[in-house]
């Protein structure tokens, strides 16, 4: 008898173990519930628009961190925040900021290609590569497949075309338009611009000084 009494005595000790654990359910009590993993539901807060002193100016709600990059919520209608002229065509040419009250357009100047040189490196160099190739750190580790700029298919492809692709990703490229602004990603797209230039330019495309050198050189049988 004794196992017997043993193993009904285990199952007495189960079933008040598992009660006093989960309680009862349906039960209600003036108690807190006992929480073995609250998860985070209970912790230090403040709500929106109450005093807070712990603040210096004494306000709960803080403003946005410095560098914060908005979510712009454009039409659907505005090149420079879709790449599109309409709903059925994609833009080309980089787009008047509206800022700028239609006038001026981003320039493609120096401080703004270094600025979007910057962003690329930052943002798409490790798929993409330094020169755009499409063999960035990534392609080590077995993420196959990134497009090269210098392909066919993207460099005859369209600034608005590209502009959507960076805002919203395509394939397995997710979108950067969460934490890139609307200039940056027209400024990445001058530097991938440039990028293309430099694996596809002909000598016509260099200053006529810069022709002469090039030209001395062959002659000279130096390397181009």
């Not at 993207?154 to 075309?161: P, S, V, Y």
């Not at 979108?175 to 990445?188: A, E, H, K, P, T």
Request: charged share 20%; aromatic share 8%.
């Amino acid at each position: 008898m004794k196992p017997f009494v043993y193993f009904h005595l285990v199952i007495v000790l189960i079933v008040v173990l598992v009660v006093s654990i989960a309680g009862f359910r349906g039960s209600h009590s003036p108690r807190p519930p006992l929480e073995l993993f609250p998860d985070m539901n209970y912790q230090d807060k403040v709500k929106d628009q109450v005093p807070s002193d712990f603040f210096a100016d004494g306000m709960a709600s803080r403003p946005p961190v410095d560098g914060t990059v908005a979510i712009e919520m454009p039409s659907q209608n505005d090149y420079w925040a879709t790449g599109k002229w309409d709903e059925a065509h994609w833009g080309d040419g980089i787009p008047v900021h509206p800022a700028h009250d239609g006038v001026k357009a981003l320039a493609v100047d120096e401080e703004n290609m270094e600025r979007g040189r910057e962003r690329y490196t930052i943002s798409c160099a490790v798929c993409h590569g330094a020169t755009g190739n499409g063999q960035g750190i990534t392609s080590k580790y077995g993420l196959l497949g990134v497009a090269s700029y210098h392909s066919d298919r993207l460099r005859g492809m369209t600034d608005g075309e590209i502009f959507n692709t960076i805002t919203n990703g395509r394939g397995q490229m997710l979108g950067y338009g969460y934490n890139i602004s609307i200039d940056d990603r027209w400024r990445i797209l001058m530097y991938v611009r440039a990028l293309q230039r430099s694996q596809n330019a002909a000598l016509a495309d260099a200053s006529p000084q810069d022709q002469t050198t090039l030209q001395a050189k062959v002659k000279k049988g130096s390397p181009q």
